[in-house]
Each structure stands twice: as structure tokens, then as C-alpha cells.
């Protein structure tokens, strides 16, 4: 089916040999798709941002920012568990990935106003989250 997606990010997941459409905002968040022109939507009702996926867990990890924001984790890509953030976290983070050859996820965030500190938070199961807050790599 055709599909509309506002402000969308796509990736290929070569592991799972997809493309995943993912989106802020729309009523479709996220697409799976192993052609790039038939899409199963799977509606997730949050704000999606970014889609990882980890081959050695049959993780896929995706972040969103909206009610509650936090981790959505699945390992077939239809069904998803949220991992709640404290609200002081949760609407920041934007950005996720898997680096294979630390066997970790890692996720970046927006600064908060007023800030000058970089958060990201990693984790090997994509369960159990570690922050990290740190100086601005372009202040003195």
C-alpha cells in the first residue's frame, strides 16, 4: 500500500534484509518493508524517532520522545515493549544504534534547553539503560 509518512527517516537493516520507515509524526510511526514498495505498518502509538537493531540479540531498539517517551523493544518487529525514562529524560532522546563490534547499543540526545551538557546512554541488552551526561565538546 502507499505510504504516507510526515518527517520520516528510513534504514536498511541488512541483517534482517529491511527497510524501516520510521516517523515523528502521522498516524503510521513505523513500516517494514523488503522491497521498498509493500509496507507493513505496525502502529506503535508513540512518536518514533530512530530504529536499531542488534543481529547477536534479535533486538530491534527504537526511541521516542513522546507520553512518557522512552525505548521501544521488539524482536519481530510487529510487538513492542516500552522501557519508560524518568521525566527529567524521557523527550530527549533522537538517535539510536547497535555497534556490533562492542556488542552495545548507544543512543544520543537533544541538549536540554539551557544545557551545556551532551547525554547519551548505552546498554548491552537493550533492557537495562546506563546515562551519561557530559561537558559540550565544543566548549573550552
Given at each position: 500500500?502507499p505510504v504516507t509518512?510526515?518527517?520520516q ?9 529491511k ?7 502521522g ?7 523488503s ?6 505498518d505496525t502502529?506503535?502509538?508513540?512518536e ?7 543481529q547477536s ?9 513522546s507520553n512518557?517517551?522512552?525505548?521501544l523493544r521488539s524482536?519481530?518487529?510487529?510487538n513492542?515493549?516500552?522501557?519508560s525514562?524518568d ?6 532522546w ?28 548505552t546498554?548491552?541488552d537493550?533492557v537495562n539503560?546506563?546515562r551519561?551526561?557530559g ?5 573550552s
Open positions: 500500500f509518512i510526515q518527517g527517516k528510513i534504514r536498511w537493516i541488512h541483517e534482517v534484509s527497510f524501516v520507515l520510521t516517523s515523528p509524526a498516524t503510521i510511526k513505523m513500516a517494514f518493508s522491497d521498498a514498495i509493500n509496507w507493513t502502529l506503535v502509538n508513540k518514533v524517532y530512530d530504529i536499531a537493531y542488534s540479540l534479535n533486538l530491534y531498539i527504537a526511541v521516542t520522545k512518557n517517551g522512552g525505548f524482536t519481530d518487529g510487529l513492542w515493549t516500552l522501557t525514562l521525566a527529567e529524560n524521557a523527550n530527549l533522537a538517535l539510536v544504534k547497535w555497534i556490533p563490534q562492542r556488542s552495545i547499543f548507544i543512543t544520543s540526545a537533544q541538549k536540554p534547553a539551557g544545557s551545556t551538557n551532551n547525554r547519551f546512554m546498554s548491552v537493550g539503560w546506563v551519561y551526561v561537558a559540550d565538546v565544543n566548549s
